[in-house]
Every structure is written in C-alpha cells, then in structure tokens.
C-alpha cells in the first residue's frame, strides 16, 4: 500500500517556511551561543609586582607638598618668545628679569627647604570616588613647571649680578628638588614635570658652566651634583607601577558605570562609548586589566634597551593592547573587549611616554657630564682632547653613555660640540649648525672652546 504524500504547492511552501524557521532558530542559538561565549571576561590577572609602594611622610618632611607650597607662590607668566632665551642665559634683559622676579624672594628659600628633604610623596587616588575628586574641575596643582622656569632665570640673576659661584649653586638647588619632584611617586604628571625641570636645568648648566667667569670648583660641586641626583631605576619602576595604579582605576571606574564622571559627561568619549553602555559583551574589565598589566611589565623588561628596541617594543604594546581599532565595525561582527579597549585608549597612561622621558632625561645627563668635564681639560691644556676618552679617570670616572643607542655619548673636539643620536640618529657636520637642525636635540656646543682658524691657504706658485 503506498500512501498519498501531499505534493501541492501549497504544501510545500509551508514545508518550505517550516524549514527556513528552524535554520534560522538554529543560526540564531548559534549567533547567541557565540555572543554569550564572546562576553565571558576571564579570571582577574595577578597584578602583586606592579603594585605601588607609597611613602608615609609628615607634611614638614614631604618635599612634594613644600614645593607645591613654593609654586602657589610664583606669580609669573611665561613669555613665549623671551622666555626660553632668558631660562638659558642667550639673550638676557635684566630689566626684564628682575620684573619677573619681583615680589618672589619668598619663593627660594622654601625650593632650597624641598631640595634639602630626603623624599617626597604626590597624592595617589585610592578608589574610584578618589580618583573622580581628583579629575573633577581639573589639575588643582599649582602650576610647578612654572617655580623651575622661574628658578633658572633667578640662577642668571645671580650669575649678571657678578655672583656667577652662587648662580651654579642656585641651579643645583633646583636640580635636587627637580629630582625630588620627580621621584615622588606620582605617576605620570609628577615624573614628567621633574625630568622636564631636571632637562631645562642641565641645560642651563652646562651653558653657565661655558662661561669663563664660572670657576673649576664650581664645576666640581656640579659633577657632585649631577651623581647625587641620578634618577634611579628603582623610583622609574615605581612611577610606572603608580602610573598601572591609575590605569586600573580607570578600568574600575567603567565597570561601576561611572566613565562619563571621568570623561566630562561625555562629551570627549569616542562614539562607541558616546552612544553606549559598557555592555558586558564589549566590555571585559579582567581582560582589560591583564592587558594593561602585560604592557606595563613589557616595559620594566627594557631596562637597558637602546630606543630602537624599546620603540618597536612598545608599538607591539599598543597593537596588544587596544587591537584592530581602525576597524571598529568589523569588532561589533567579532567583538572581543571592544568597550574595553577603546575605553583604554581613550583614557589610558601609555607607558611610552614615561620611558621616552627617561631616555631622554639620562641622556641629557650624560651629554651634560661629557660638556662640563671638557670645560675643566680645557682649562687645564688650553684645548680640547681628540675622544672622551681622554677624560678618564682625571675628570670622568668613565665615558658616558647616549642611552638612545647604549654606545657612548657624541663628540667632535673639531665641530665643537657634545650630543645624542636622539630618536631619530641626529647628527653634527659643523661647528656652527642650523638652529632649526637642533631644535629638539640633545646637543650642547661648547662655546668655551672657539673654533681654530682655518689657516691661510699657501700661495699660488708663480705661472711658469
């Protein structure tokens, strides 16, 4: 017996929608399926080695809080074009000068009182509402990059006032406390404005200690100076760890639902967080702890690394850490943190920044040793030696190093002049340089030593 099968059209269609129905209930509950497995975040990261060690200091002892306490002293605003020439000692206007330093004298005294304290402290948030006190309305800091640009002018007072001893003194003054400024634990805004003070002042130095009015005893105190406020890879680590600190605050803060508290209401959020919810399906705050701990403790890895290798390191960090986000649509058809990664990227410390101002700040440094130890072989030959080699054990315990490539620093007794490779492989061809050639760079000419004139060319042999 063979039983009839309802072959009509109409039959079949319905057999045809019952099908698509559950191909797309199954594609559906596999999309779902994949979504949900998308959103699992993972365990919370083991964090122990970047966790910050904060001083406990009294207030009277904290060198941070005196020099912010001589900050909120400086009235002063900067002339963007006289100021830089003034901080160096090139174009000086006396008049000028001792405008700017009217009714500052009260200032010095409390810059020597944080330069001769053992250590500082800068606030550190504890919690998400901390952290939110200390973004709302902005920086309530007084302006302290200001005290050191103000300071190095008070140094060239002194040194046109006929006191040029004095002046250095003033100048390593400010570079202790530039050093304590910057080893107060802080994080990034601490850090950066120390080696920033710290470069300004070296280089303030080093044109001072060209002059022939400084004396050699002088000079020596400097180099004293200048290896009693080495900064230490011990506070650079410690500044790092501080900087995760806030990058983990940051991620916590999203997680609580409260980044438009952070990030102005909203108005300076990218698109994705704009017009969203930190939704858990784009949004993993263990995933995105880890790969901010990862970054952070790549970077303690590059320690003695040349600026070639840190560079390429930490492009890898930036690729690691926030993705394929120029293309953002394809990561909402594949989504993997993508709350997560562009909320880091748009409120994240990077890490790059902090080593690059260590590089650059060690590098200064020993730019400024080789400059100042030529100044006293000078004094003592009349000349310049051909290599730095030259100046060891006598007047350097060894050649310094150009941190940007680990090789020793730069030097031409003909070109007259000290300087780095930099990031980007600078070089010296000529005692007199373009200035916009050196902009920028670490280079010190040593102004000292003037060039040799070029001797007279013979005379022509008489015509046959």
């Known amino acids: 017996m063979v039983l009839a099968v309802d072959e009509t059209p109409e039959a079949r269609k319905r057999n045809d929608r019952r099908s698509n129905r559950r191909l797309i209930l199954a594609g559906a509950l596999l999309l779902l399926g994949a979504l949900v497995g998308a959103a699992l975040d993972e365990d919370p990261p083991n964090t122990s080695r970047l966790r910050p060690a904060l001083r406990q200091l009294p207030n009277d002892q904290n060198a941070w809080l005196v020099l912010q306490q001589a900050a909120a002293l400086v009235k002063w605003e900067p002339d963007v074009e006289m100021t830089p020439a003034m901080e160096l000692g090139e174009k000086w206007n006396g008049a000028v000068a001792s405008s700017w330093l009217a009714g500052h004298d009260p200032v010095w005294p409390l810059l020597a009182r944080a330069a001769s304290l053992p250590s500082g402290q800068a606030p550190v948030p504890d919690s998400v509402e901390s952290l939110l006190a200390m973004f709302a309305g902005g920086s309530t800091s007084p302006p302290t990059y200001r005290l050191f640009g103000l300071s190095t002018i008070h140094a060239w007072s002194l040194f046109y006032d006929g006191q040029p001893d004095a002046a250095v003194d003033a100048l390593l ?10 080893e107060s634990r802080g994080g990034p805004s ?7 003070a710290s470069r300004l002042i070296l280089k303030s130095l080093v044109a001072m200690a060209g002059r022939k009015e400084v004396t050699a005893a002088a000079i ?87 600026w070639a290798k840190a560079d390429a390191a930490l492009t890898a960090e930036y690729s690691h ?57 000078f004094d003592d030959h009349g000349d310049l030696p051909v ?6 054990p006598a007047y350097l315990p060894a ?13 031409s007794p003909g070109n007259r002049a000290v300087w780095s ?24 000419p040593l102004k000292f030593a003037p060039v040799p004139p070029v001797p007279a060319s013979a005379e022509a042999a008489p015509a046959p």
């Open 173 to 182: 003054t400010s570079l202790r406390a530039a050093r304590l400024l910057e």
């Open 399 to 411: 050649v310094p190093l150009d941190y940007y490539d680990r090789a020793p620093i730069r030097y």
């Open 190 to 196: 601490t850090y950066g404005l120390g080696a920033s």
């Open 220 to 306: 020596r105190r400097a180099f004293a100076a200048l290896a009693q406020t080495r900064p230490s890879w011990e506070e650079f680590v410690q500044n790092l760890r501080v900087t995760f600190h806030f990058g983990s605050l940051v991620i916590e803060t999203a997680k609580q639902g409260k980044e438009r508290d952070l990030l102005g209401n909203g108005r300076n959020l990218p698109v994705v967080l704009r017009h969203g919810v930190n939704w858990p399906l784009l949004f993993k705050p263990n995933q995105s702890r880890r790969l901010l701990a990862e970054g952070y403790e790549m970077t303690l890895g590059l320690r003695e690394a040349s």
């Open 421 to 444: 490779v930099g990031r980007d492989h600078f070089n010296v061809t000529s005692p007199a340089p373009d200035p916009e050639e050196t902009e920028g760079e670490i280079y010190f």
């Open 321 to 377: 850490l926030f993705g394929d986000l120029e293309h953002v649509i394809l990561q909402f058809f594949r989504p993997n943190n993508l709350f997560g990664r562009v909320y880091l990227a748009a409120t994240f410390f990077p890490s790059s920044g902090i080593l690059s101002s260590r590089l650059s700040e060690l590098t200064t440094r020993s730019a400024a040793e080789a400059a100042l130890a030529l100044r006293l072989y």
């Open 387 to 392: 290599t730095l080699d030259k100046l060891v």
